[in-house]
């Protein structure tokens, strides 16, 4: 068992709205510098910068979790995980077929850039991925868990894309087993007032800019021997679910 401070909810240079500047090896390297163990990459229905950042994460010794931002047909946003970049993939090629194909304006939203794992650009994407899908909000937990990944509703205390500002709550159906909040502080009285008892509180940056990234991050417990990378990303997401681990 090891404790392992994280950033569950980190953007890259794939997502329009981040900087170009948030390569796969800059958020590694930042993640290094800024004593982050374990962090997600979740672009904006894609995942498809996951295998670069894999690769980049190696090199700086943070474990990498693939995952996505997924917008639904009500425009939530949530995060989705995944334990193996196989799964994250073919997820991504499920939401694919659920996008709203509408050419992307770089000049106003800006680059959707692909990267191999030197940070070379081998893509973009033409598609704008900000917008929302077809998934409803009820849908993403069964989908999600035909992945073998784990979800949960992103910054329900911001105003901008939450269930929180779209729904006006948490609704106790779908189940969702957990939550996130972009500020710590925000945790207690989200639970108290979105009836979050029992529910685990993710707390994670939304990164759209190296700086975004924080010095001081939260922590998780994951059993993790015999070590590897693997079995700490299986038991992270057996721990979000709440399963036994």
Same mark, same amino acid.
């Given at each position: ?16 709205? %981040? ?6 090896? &800059?958020?590694?390297?930042? +993640? ?9 990459? *979740? ?5 498809? &910068?996951?295998? %670069?950042?894999? =690769? ?25 995980? /995944? ?6 993939? +073919? /997820? ?17 939203? @800006?680059?959707?850039?692909?990267? $191999? ?5 081998? +893509? ?12 409803? !909000?009820? =849908? ?6 035909? /992945? ?15 269930? *929180? ?7 106790? =159906?779908?189940? !969702? ?15 108290? #007032? !979105?009836?979050?008892?029992? #529910? ?26 015999? !070590? ?5 990303? #299986? $038991? ?5 679910? @709440?399963?036994?681990?």
């Amino acid at each position: 068992m090891s404790s392992y401070t994280y950033d569950l909810h980190v953007h890259s240079c794939l997502s329009p709205c %981040a900087d170009n500047e948030n390569t796969p090896n &800059n958020l590694a390297g930042m +993640a290094y510098l800024n004593n982050i163990r374990l962090m997600a990459l *979740t672009d904006h229905n894609s995942c498809r &910068n996951c295998p %670069a950042f894999f =690769e980049a994460a190696r090199r700086y010794g943070i474990v990498p979790v693939p995952g996505m931002e997924l917008t639904t047909s009500e425009d939530i946003h949530v995060v989705c995980l /995944f334990e193996t970049l196989e799964d994250a993939l +073919a /997820f991504n090629d499920e939401v694919d077929m659920h996008r709203m194909r509408i050419p992307n304006r770089k000049d106003i939203f @800006g680059d959707q850039l692909i990267m $191999n794992g030197q940070d070379e650009v081998i +893509a973009e994407e033409e598609d704008f991925l900000t917008n929302a899908t077809d998934i409803s !909000y009820d =849908e993403v937990p069964e989908l999600v868990d035909r /992945f073998n990944g784990v979800c949960y509703p992103a910054h329900i205390d911001r105003e901008a894309n939450s269930v *929180t500002a779209i729904l006006g709550t948490v609704p106790a =159906e779908p189940v !969702y087993p957990a939550a996130e909040v972009h500020f710590a502080g925000n945790a207690a009285d989200c639970i108290r #007032k !979105y009836g979050l008892e029992g #529910k685990r509180i993710i707390v994670s940056s939304d990164a759209h800019y190296l700086t975004d990234l924080r010095e001081e991050n939260q922590e998780i417990e994951i059993p993790d021997e015999p !070590y590897s990378s693997a079995l700490v990303r #299986k $038991n992270l997401i057996r721990i979000i679910k @709440g399963e036994a681990v």
